[in-house]
């Protein structure tokens, strides 16, 4: 089954997914291979042959590369499906669940409205790059520092699903490195089931959202330095952070 459809049927949200794979999709890199070199907890998930499929660009789940941000959405014409089912107003909903992320005195929201359809958004704020990712079928969100070896970096939605080991998702979880959160109730429990699989574009090797690690390639092993975030309503946290903005959905933000 379409791993889009799939979520579809989970959240009885099947209209407007053909919303979400028209246009063109960014293809792979040209060469790029499998990234192979599997840390050792691969073969203990599944599928445990991951490391061998090159990415999917088929997929039609498009990460955001250039964030559009506002201090709401007031006066933009956006699309239906970035509302999900809140009350139409003049901006974002207040009851509208976001991700808040402050860096060195910068505050944005990132409505989970618009993480649910796109998983990833590379991002700077206050002047630091940031990485921002959700998991729609783990419920997981997880918020890093957007580098690889030290160096700022691009990440991609590979087109795969990994399920971790069971017991690593749950240490990941009490490490505090991923966080549970449902983009229609909040806060909630992760899930462990097949999660999005990232990849950077610097060294093409694929990281685990739901373990904030990398699982194959030359970054086999090494984990991403989380950030703290917030899980909150847009009014909460636009009360808590008055000089706060908003991610803008596409067509606004680019995607991939």
């Known amino acids: 089954m379409d791993r889009r459809a799939f979520l579809g049927v989970l959240t009885g949200a099947t209209a407007g997914l053909a919303g979400c794979i028209e246009g063109s999709v960014r293809p792979p890199i040209a060469g790029f291979p499998a990234p192979d070199n599997p840390d050792p907890v691969v073969t203990h998930g599944f599928p445990g042959t991951v490391c061998g499929d090159p990415p999917n660009p088929f997929i039609g789940i498009e990460a955001v590369l250039e964030p559009a941000v506002g201090p709401d959405w007031g006066g ?5 499906k970035y509302r999900f089912g809140y009350e139409v107003g003049p901006g974002l909903s207040a009851d509208a669940y976001v991700v808040g992320v402050e860096r060195q005195g910068a505050a944005r929201a990132y409505p989970l409205s618009i993480l649910w359809w796109h998983e990833v958004v590379n991002d700077t704020l206050g002047g630091d790059p940031v990485l921002v990712t959700y ?3 783990c419920q997981s969100g997880m918020v890093a520092a957007r580098r690889v ?26 490490d505090g490195r991923t966080f549970g959160v449902s983009a229609t109730s909040g806060e909630t429990d992760v899930r462990n089931s097949g999660n999005l699989v990232l990849y950077d574009e610097q060294t093409g090797s694929y990281w685990s959202q739901l373990l904030a690690r990398a699982i194959c390639g030359s970054q086999s092993g090494e984990q991403l330095r989380i950030l703290p975030s917030t899980v909150t309503t847009w009014g909460e946290w636009r009360a808590e952070h008055p000089e706060t903005d908003a991610l803008l959905p596409p067509p606004w933000s680019k995607t991939a």
């Open 76 to 80: 933009l014409a956006v699309a239906e």
């Open 135 to 137: 998991c729609p079928i």
């Open 149 to 174: 070896g030290g160096v700022e970096a691009l990440f991609q939605v590979s087109g795969h699903l990994w399920q971790p080991p069971a017991i690593y998702s749950f240490a990941s979880v009490e």
